[in-house]
């Protein structure tokens, strides 16, 4: 089974810069990927940003391309999503996830089986 546990939210002004932890433990897959999805109150689960661990390569919602950049530590078994510029509309709940989705799925929730609990991001001047 494997644990993902979140830190690094709070409450900033519009754009500030905040960076979210995403700590692995436990048993992961093999060619797993690893995302963050956030989650506004009463909304559905929202794509961010994605890692594919084989090869690396890197995928993000259109409206955080070049302000947000996610990435892993091997050694500290650790995601991060570094987030710059925050705007009002970044608000939400950060959750991290972890699965095998198949390319055409990468941005939804039902690609991934493992959740964080999540941590909280306020943007708001």
């Known amino acids: 089974q494997v ?7 709070g409450l900033v002004q519009p754009g500030d810069s905040l960076r979210l932890s995403c700590e ?6 093999n060619g797993y990927t690893m995302a963050w999805f956030r989650q506004a ?9 994605a890692y594919r ?10 409206s955080v ?7 892993r530590d091997n050694a500290k078994n650790t995601v991060y999503l570094e987030m710059n510029s925050l705007k009002v509309e970044d608000t939400g709940v950060y ?14 929730s039902r690609g991934y089986r493992d959740w964080g609990q999540g941590t909280q991001v306020t943007v708001s001047s």
């Open 3 to 9: 644990q993902l546990v979140e830190s690094g939210g």
């Open 53 to 62: 661990s084989n090869g690396g390569r890197t995928y993000y919602e259109d």
């Open 41 to 49: 109150p009463g909304e559905e689960r929202d794509f961010v940003a």
């Open 95 to 108: 959750h991290c996830a972890i699965g095998v989705p198949i390319l055409s799925a990468i941005r939804s």
């Open 24 to 29: 692995v433990s436990g048993r992961t897959y």
């Open 65 to 71: 391309k070049g302000r947000f950049t996610i990435s």
